[in-house]
């Protein structure tokens, strides 16, 4: 299973439409996908990570049939690739409010080859502590693990996103829904980045899953974002790291690996709760 993992910059460009980011995004996907069976995008790229005050005007509704501004190019470049695409996440915009009044949250939107919806994922741990996400999205309340179609049906995958990383026990809970690898998009920063791979590694060692983690690269809002985008194995073992500028990480990994990993070491087996 070839997967590449597209470590997007803000960059230069961080005035720039949606529209246009995601014309520019649809360029890479163009260019990268063949070959690949899963290609995967960072979280609220096409909004900004932390551009908090632009994230009700950049949000995308999911409802109908016609996808949003940010992801319809995407559906157009994928097509024909061959590749399933994990578009990263989008400011969504609901037009129900959720239980705490809200209309946006971070959702997740996966494409088939075709750039048909094949998962979506609301981001259940919002990062801000009070402001940012918490005060204006709602949280996610479904764990999702989900057989992607092929060509990446190879794994069962677990998704989510950015600070859901500081949480092992979502990730405990989605191996207990039969999860063998972890994709992750994110807007990390930088002055935070060692901890982000530190707990790619300790979650992917603890769960005996690969975990695919895209990272974003450039700066917005102010804030550098840490970049270190990576595919790490059942073992912990870092099969390809990113730097901290904008870059494409292409990985073959071996799906064989988990279950052999978890049949030679077997230490979910030992658990006590
Ligand atoms: N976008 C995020 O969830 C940022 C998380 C973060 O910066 C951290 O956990 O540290």
Same mark, same amino acid.
């Given at each position: 299973m070839r997967i590449a993992v597209v470590q997007l910059s803000y960059g230069e460009g961080a005035d720039e439409s949606v529209a246009e980011r995601a014309a520019r995004v649809a360029d890479l996907v163009r260019e990268h996908a063949p070959g690949h069976d899963l290609v995967v995008l960072p979280e609220l790229w096409s909004a900004g990570g932390f551009a908090v005050s632009e994230w009700e005007e950049r949000s995308q509704s999911l409802e109908g049939p016609d996808l949003p501004e940010a992801l319809a190019p995407l559906r157009e470049a994928v097509r024909g *690739?061959? $590749?399933v695409l994990h578009t990263g996440s989008v400011v969504e915009r609901t037009a129900a409010p959720g239980p705490e009044g809200r209309h946006l949250r971070n *959702?997740? +939107? +996966? !494409?088939? /080859?075709? =750039?048909?919806? +094949? $998962?979506?994922?609301p981001k259940i741990h919002r990062f801000g502590?009070? =402001? =940012?996400? /918490?005060?204006l999205m709602e949280a996610g309340g479904d764990l999702v693990v989900t057989d992607l179609p092929a060509p990446a049906d190879a794994l069962t995958v677990g998704l989510s996103t950015c600070y859901d990383l500081r949480f092992p026990e979502l990730y405990r809970a989605q191996v207990d829904l039969g999860a063998q690898m972890f994709v992750v998009p994110a807007a990390w920063p930088a002055p935070r980045v060692e901890a982000w791979r530190l707990l790619l590694r300790a979650r992917a060692i603890e769960d005996q899953c690969f975990v695919v983690a895209c990272n974003t690269a450039g700066e917005h809002a102010g804030i550098r974002m840490g970049g270190f985008s990576a595919v790490i194995d059942p073992w912990g073992t870092v099969l390809a790291e990113a730097g901290t500028g904008q870059e494409v990480l292409s990985v073959e990994i071996d799906p064989g690996q988990v279950d052999r990993a978890r049949t030679d070491f /077997? +230490? !979910?087996g030992d658990r006590r709760l």
């Amino acid at each position: 299973m070839r997967i590449a993992v597209v470590q997007l910059s803000y960059g230069e460009g961080a005035d720039e439409s949606v529209a246009e980011r995601a014309a520019r995004v649809a360029d890479l996907v163009r260019e990268h996908a063949p070959g690949h069976d899963l290609v995967v995008l960072p979280e609220l790229w096409s909004a900004g990570g932390f551009a908090v005050s632009e994230w009700e005007e950049r949000s995308q509704s999911l409802e109908g049939p016609d996808l949003p501004e940010a992801l319809a190019p995407l559906r157009e470049a994928v097509r024909g *690739t061959g $590749a399933v695409l994990h578009t990263g996440s989008v400011v969504e915009r609901t037009a129900a409010p959720g239980p705490e009044g809200r209309h946006l949250r971070n *959702t997740s +939107v +996966v !494409l088939d /080859p075709e =750039g048909e919806v +094949v $998962a979506t994922y609301p981001k259940i741990h919002r990062f801000g502590f009070g =402001g =940012g996400e /918490p005060r204006l999205m709602e949280a996610g309340g479904d764990l999702v693990v989900t057989d992607l179609p092929a060509p990446a049906d190879a794994l069962t995958v677990g998704l989510s996103t950015c600070y859901d990383l500081r949480f092992p026990e979502l990730y405990r809970a989605q191996v207990d829904l039969g999860a063998q690898m972890f994709v992750v998009p994110a807007a990390w920063p930088a002055p935070r980045v060692e901890a982000w791979r530190l707990l790619l590694r300790a979650r992917a060692i603890e769960d005996q899953c690969f975990v695919v983690a895209c990272n974003t690269a450039g700066e917005h809002a102010g804030i550098r974002m840490g970049g270190f985008s990576a595919v790490i194995d059942p073992w912990g073992t870092v099969l390809a790291e990113a730097g901290t500028g904008q870059e494409v990480l292409s990985v073959e990994i071996d799906p064989g690996q988990v279950d052999r990993a978890r049949t030679d070491f /077997p +230490v !979910l087996g030992d658990r006590r709760l």
